[in-house]
Every structure is written in structure tokens, then in C-alpha cells.
């Protein structure tokens, strides 16, 4: 396979824009690409997708087995694509336990790392970084650096004298320029579907990493890889339907693509409604999931929403399984909070009300094992990362017991009442081996 991993010593390096840059740059030099995004973000996929022409799937090296990063890998760069992944945090930066690093899925994916340092405050030092993390561990390989951020041509001399020594090749000068800023919210950057100059942006940063970098470098970084990954039919999460309608907009738009890729492999046909815009899942669906999002920004519209209520407990009259997890769970809830204090209905299918009005961050990874009566079978793992918080619950069943990444207890999570369930749990992969 061919492929690059861009990652950075920490977050804020700038590698999302410089991800961004490169897909859409190097799509039109002809080079086909298929993005990814490693770690269990939800948010930085739909801009990769949009930079790379095609969905974005994650890879997640502690939530997900190795034979699912494998068949996924291979599966989404059918067609001879390239894949360019981007890291979470740090290369070497994983879950509570230490595991699960980018550094890992580098590794078993055999993929070469391009590290994108930030370089607005270092001069000479940038040789003992580099260094460091390229001697870090013997079962990776830094390919290149991009220094970003770099403010003169004196500035560049410099980084570029200081990293001789390391004898790491520099793929790429960035200047310092306010126009490859994303704008950011509480979860992490502005929705890409909020974004209105979007397209305007990649093509800036596409054409800043085009007259900046050295293409052939990359390429030729990106076929060394050994590793060839099975396209092979693995166990996946079941799909709780055979029609599941998925509602889609920007108050629900942290669905992961490789749960939707799985669930077509297993099967099952898959239909989207906006209910923002009003709209009801399918009449003929049998199941109905509500992906997280930011409900509590538009918790008035979502309460006026007649007709999307309307076909929510219609659905959940006939029999249909629904199933919402973080801020589909709140909107399944009684009532939701906002950041004013006011109070706005939701559906009302589950006894729980939440709140955003007084803050308070959750945030990591979970193994989450369903209970009695719940319609999961099996083990899995997951991610919470949500600021709202319960304000009362009333009687239903729990759905999950769960752990986070160094197994301690978090008690029951979730509930269930009969064919509707939610949790604040993003579910990722059976449980497994991770990678």
C-alpha cells in the first residue's frame, strides 16, 4: 500500500490545515487519495473529506481490532488511492493507559511519518525535537518534517541549518498566515458544514503546501511502506436494523463512516433526514439512529421540529429500534438546557433531562459492556467527549456498564425503554484486541 501519516509533537502544530493542503493539492497533481483520521474525532473527518473528494474514514489504534484497521485500510484505498491519514495530539500521545498512540498506527499500517512542527517560536532547538521524536521508538519512520509557521526567510535559514545535523529532509516551508486559521467551538473546530468559506480555504492551503513542497519526497515516502493490509471480511458492529435511517445535518453530524461502511457490509440499506430541515426518517425504516452534534445550539429548532417529532414516535409506535448516543441521546431525552438556561422540550422517549447551561468536560475512552434486555450483544469500545451534563433521570432500564482506558469502574451508562435506547457513549468496534 501507499500512504503518509501527518502528524505533530502536539496538537495546535497546524497539521488539520496542512492535511487539508495536501489532500486537495495533491488531488490535482492526479494523485488519487482516500483520508483518514486517526483517534476517535468526529469533527475533523467531514473537512478531510471535503479536501480529499471522498469520505474520511478513522483509524483508531486503541478502540479499534487490528483486522478492522486492516480490512478498512485496504478496503478505502481501493483503486491504487493514497492514504493520508492525520494524527491526533502528539505522535506519541495515546489514551490514558499510554496506548493507542498515532506512533502505533504508523506501525502496523508500515505507513511513513511526515511530523509538521510549529516553528513560530523555536530556532536552532527544532534539530533536538526532530531528533528526539525520530529516534523515539525504532518501529517508525519520520520521512520529512514541515516547519510551519515560520515567520522570515532568516527565520528559515536557520530551522534549515539546525536540522542538517539530524539529517531529516524538510518537505515543506509554511509561513505564518492568519488566512490557514480554522475558527473553533467547545468540541473542537467549527462544524465543516458551518463553515461557509470552505472550499475558498482548502484551495488556499492547497495552493500554499503547492508552491512549498516537495511532492516528490512525499511520494516517494509514501510507497515505502511493507505492510500489506487484508481487505479480508471481519466481524464489525452489527447494524440494529435492515433499514436504518441516520439523521444527518449539522445537529447530528458526528456519525463515523466506518460504522455506516459496516453496516452496509452486514446488509443493511441506509436512508438520511435533516431534522433541522423538518424532515422524518423514512416511513419504512426499522431503525433509527441519532448520531451526536451540537443539539443544544439548536434546541429551539429542534423543538419545533413537527414533523421530525411526529416521525420519531411514529417510529417508535410501529416497533422500530431507535438509538441515540450523545447529543441524539439528549434530544431523546425529556428536555434539554441550553447555555442561556432555558428550558426547550425534546422527544421525550427516554426519562432524562440534560443541560449545557452549566459546563462541565467528559472526556475519554470507554469499554462498554450491554446489560440485560439491551439490543447490543457484545463488548464494546467507545469514546465520551461532551460538556453537557444529566440533570435528572427517571426509571428505565441501563444499557452499558462501562470502564474507561485503565479499566476503572464507571457504573451503568445509558437507558433503555423497550425499542429506544441512548447513551452518551460514541460507539467505535467490538471490543478487542486494539492495535
Known amino acids: 500500500m501507499s500512504g503518509l501519516l501527518i502528524a505533530a509533537p502536539a496538537s495546535g502544530s497546524g497539521k488539520t490545515t496542512i492535511t487539508l493542503g495536501l489532500l486537495r493539492a495533491l488531488r490535482k497533481k492526479g494523485v488519487a487519495v482516500a483520508p483518514g483520521k486517526a483517534g476517535p474525532d468526529y469533527i475533523d473527518p467531514a473537512f478531510l473529506a471535503a479536501a480529499g473528494g471522498s469520505a474520511c474514514l478513522n483509524f483508531d489504534p486503541w478502540a479499534m481490532r487490528h483486522e478492522l484497521i486492516s480490512a478498512n485500510s485496504a478496503l478505502h484505498r481501493a483503486g491504487d488511492r493514497m492514504l493520508v491519514i ?11 493507559d499510554g496506548s493507542g498512540t498515532p506512533a502505533d498506527l504508523a506501525a502496523f499500517l508500515g505507513l511513513s511519518v511526515v511530523l509538521v512542527v510549529d516553528a513560530s517560536r523555536m530556532s536552532q532547538s527544532v534539530a533536538a525535537l526532530v531528533s528526539g521524536f525520530a529516534n523515539f521508538r525504532t518501529d517508525i519512520r519520520i520521512a520529512g518534517v514541515i516547519l510551519n509557521r515560520v515567520g522570515s526567510d532568516r527565520h528559515e535559514t536557520m530551522l534549515r541549518r539546525a536540522l542538517e545535523a539530524v539529517r531529516i529532509p524538510v518537505a515543506a516551508v509554511i509561513r505564518a498566515d492568519k488566512g490557514l486559521t480554522l475558527p473553533e467551538r467547545h468540541l473542537g ?36 511502506n511493507i505492510v500489506r493490509p487484508s481487505a479480508a471480511n471481519v466481524a464489525r458492529l452489527m447494524p440494529f436494523g435492515q433499514r436504518i435511517a441516520v439523521a444527518r445535518d449539522i445537529a447530528f453530524a458526528f456519525c463515523y463512516e466506518h460504522m455506516l461502511l459496516g453496516w452496509r457490509r452486514r446488509g443493511a440499506e441506509i436512508s438520511f433526514f435533516s431534522p433541522l430541515a423538518g424532515e422524518a426518517p423514512a416511513a419504512d425504516a426499522d431503525a433509527i ?8 445550539l439548536h434546541a429551539g429548532k429542534l423543538a419545533a421540529a413537527t414533523q421530525f417529532r411526529e416521525g420519531i414516535k411514529a417510529a417508535a409506535l410501529r416497533g422500530a429500534r431507535i438509538y441515540g448516543e450523545c447529543g441524539g441521546y439528549m434530544v431523546l431525552g425529556e428536555g434539554l438546557v441550553d447555555a442561556a438556561g432555558a428550558h426547550h422540550e425534546m422527544l421525550g422517549l427516554l426519562p432524562v433531562v440534560t443541560s449545557y447551561e452549566k459546563r462541565q468536560r467528559h472526556l475519554g475512552y470507554r469499554r462498554v459492556t450491554p446489560l440485560a434486555g439491551s439490543f447490543f450483544e457484545r463488548p464494546m469500545t467507545a469514546h465520551e467527549f461532551h460538556y453537557s451534563t444529566i440533570v435528572s433521570e427517571g426509571e428505565a432500564d441501563r444499557l452499558f456498564s462501562a470502564t474507561d482506558a485503565l479499566g476503572a469502574d464507571l457504573g451503568a451508562a445509558g437507558l433503555q425503554r423497550g425499542n429506544v435506547a441512548g447513551s452518551y457513549m460514541h460507539l467505535i468496534d467490538l471490543a478487542g484486541d486494539g492495535a
Open 289 to 296: 439512529y441519532l448520531p451526536g452534534g451540537y443539539p443544544e
Open 86 to 96: 492525520e494524527a491526533m495530539m502528539g505522535l506519541f500521545d495515546g489514551a490514558a
Open 189 to 224: 473546530l467549527v462544524q465543516a458544514g458551518e463553515h461557509a468559506g470552505l472550499e475558498d480555504f482548502i484551495e488556499h492551503a492547497a495552493e500554499t503546501l503547492a508552491k512549498a513542497c516537495d511532492f516528490g519526497l512525499l511520494l516517494r515516502a509514501a510507497q515505502q
